[in-house]
């Protein structure tokens, strides 16, 4: 597969290791963690990493920082993030306001070039110097909160955008834009403008955007954040039949930690700012999940775990007199 973007078509990603990765279970919950909590007075330092054998992971990030700076201020945003992603995986980022996921998935995308460290996609650096490898970035392709579609262009021409940013004929761009149409549940919605559809076909088009040059990465930042509890239901569940049927590595950034664990092959949680991998919590039940497993003991075990440690953390910032966000 290749690679989306959105308006401005690009995307990207990245992981490796450095840290010691310690298979425990919480005491007080059995959830299974890649994580030794922190004292919660001390600062969370970078002790956990997603580490995989070489050769093994399809996105790699190698100690990778980021700091922003302006004229007035710096800000330290990520700190030595190691992580390795396998090919097909499906990766959640979890964490409070303002720890870095955002700014982690853009990275991954190409968006941002980290301060420090590496980003690598199928074993090729996504940076060599101060320019982007064109090969990686077209393995990627981006999915955000908005869906960014041109409210001129119909369903059938949004998902055929990259395409003919790449010069495909147009037979072969309306054949593939139904193709997805179809894979998306938009079938007979070709010819709509995005004034005519909701909010969650809305997105459906920016999925189906995404994938319209194949890419073997989906990246997506908060895509369901703005829905009704309902409709973000139905596109979880949607979003875990297409990657099925795809066969694409997924990275997805969420607030909601229910969504995270319901969706995810690992869970990624980054501490307050600047960010870190504080745990990773590994989610054993096969894909794709029904609903009801969110009723199950070990999935609220999960989540039950994840928010402790945001609350541990909030707790740190506040005794340290810092905001997280």
């Not at 995986?89 to 720890?99: A, I, K, R, W």
Request: aromatic share 4%.
């Amino acid at each position: 597969m290749q690679r989306e973007g959105t308006d401005d078509p690009r995307g990207a990603t990245g992981g490796a290791s450095s840290g010691v990765i310690d298979d425990g279970r919480d005491a007080a919950t059995g959830a299974e963690t890649v994580a030794a909590t922190q004292p919660a007075d001390t600062e969370v330092t970078s002790t956990v990493s997603g580490a995989l054998p070489e050769g093994e992971a399809e996105i790699e990030l190698r100690g990778v920082s980021k700091l922003f700076k302006s004229r007035t201020r710096e800000t330290l945003a990520l700190t030595d993030i190691n992580l390795g992603i396998r090919n097909e995986e499906f990766v959640t980022l979890v964490g409070q306001s303002g720890c870095g996921k955002t700014t982690m998935l853009r990275i991954l995308a190409g968006l941002i070039k980290p301060t420090d460290g590496e980003v690598r996609i199928k074993d090729r650096p996504l940076w060599r110097g101060n320019t982007r490898d064109e090969a990686a970035l077209r393995e990627l392709g981006l999915v955000f909160q908005d869906a960014h579609l041109f409210p001129w262009y119909t369903v059938e021409d949004n998902i055929g955008l990259p395409l003919l940013l790449r010069k495909v004929d147009r037979t072969e761009r309306r054949r593939r834009a139904h193709e997805l149409g179809e894979l998306v549940g938009l079938q007979g919605f070709e010819k709509a403008l995005p004034r005519e559809l909701s909010g969650g076909m809305r997105q459906r088009v920016a999925i189906a955007r995404a994938l319209s040059y194949d890419p073997e990465i989906l990246l997506m930042d908060e895509p369901f954040g703005a829905l009704d509890a309902m409709t973000r239901d139905k596109m979880n569940m949607e979003l875990q039949r297409i990657a099925g049927a795809t066969g694409a590595t997924v990275v997805l950034v969420t607030h909601s930690i229910a969504e995270a664990v319901f969706l995810a092959d690992r869970v990624v949680l980054l501490s307050a700012r600047p960010g870190r991998i504080r745990s990773i919590t590994h989610v054993e039940s096969p894909r794709p999940r029904p609903l009801e497993a969110t009723a199950e003991p070990g999935f609220q075990d999960k989540v039950v775990a994840l928010r402790r440690q945001l609350i541990e953390d909030e707790e740190r910032v506040e005794r340290q007199g810092g905001v997280s966000e």
